[in-house]
């Protein structure tokens, strides 16, 4: 089965700093990734997609098959940034990552 | 996203008692999935339904079951059998698994041990 791993449970940053949450893949091909973002007292939702190649919200995530990994990346955080964040495969069976909760601090 | 409806917000179970979650989509979407999100472990697979009549079980599908007799609708049973219900049960649905289509959620429904 895909399955993607994200090694931080909990990630603080100060507002202002750039930030990066991990997301790591353990199958070969091409796959197809999502972020999904859950804001406080909010449904899941997607946030973006690996082949959109998009920029939602400031946040862009790039693909790296060399590394398998898909992070999300943000240059500037901002306090209403503070979510959970999952990284999720395409597929047959959707197996969300473990989820890391980021908080921006003022 | 008012295309899924989760019911009850909030549902408490008796010991021994099976209890059942409502997840009705007005998406047509033809793929449904239940999940368990626990606190620290994120979101956990329990069914899924990628067709009216057909469904798999997740990574976690011992003590519940599901059924899928109407496109729009996934309900998920919570029977006694599962020793450790207490969670908070999300429910999503796809236009099509495996085709590179996000996936919208429901509000969730929290399940309490009384």
């Known amino acids: 089965a895909q399955r993607v791993t994200q090694p931080e449970k909990l990630l603080s940053v100060f507002k202002g700093a750039p930030v990066e949450l991990k997301c790591n893949y353990s199958?070969?091909?091409?796959?197809?990734l999502f972020w999904y973002v859950q804001y406080s007292r909010q449904r899941l939702q997607l946030l973006l997609r690996h082949i959109s190649r998009e920029s939602i919200k400031g946040f862009t995530a790039d693909l790296n098959k060399g590394e398998t990994s898909f992070h999300l990346k943000k240059p500037f955080a901002q306090e209403e940034d503070s979510a959970m964040y999952y990284c999720a495969p395409e597929g047959n069976m959707l197996t969300f990552g473990g989820g890391t909760r980021l908080m921006v601090k003022p | 996203d008012g295309g899924i409806t989760q019911s009850p917000k909030y549902l408490f179970r008796k010991e021994g008692q099976n209890v059942t979650l409502s997840c009705e989509q007005n998406?047509?979407?033809?793929?449904m999935y239940w999940y368990r999100q626990d606190p620290g472990q994120g979101l956990r697979l329990i069914y899924y339904?990628?067709?009216?009549?057909?469904?798999q079980k997740g990574d976690i599908a011992e003590g519940y079951s599901v059924s899928r007799e109407k496109k729009e609708s996934f309900p998920l049973t919570v029977t006694s059998a599962q020793k450790n219900p207490t969670a908070f049960y999300l429910c999503a649905s796809s236009s099509r698994s495996g085709t590179n289509q996000p996936q919208h959620f429901g509000d969730g429904t929290r399940l309490s041990i009384l």
């Open positions: 199958y070969s091909g091409s796959p197809e």
């Open positions: 998406l047509n979407h033809d793929a």
């Open positions: 339904s990628q067709i009216v009549n057909d469904f």
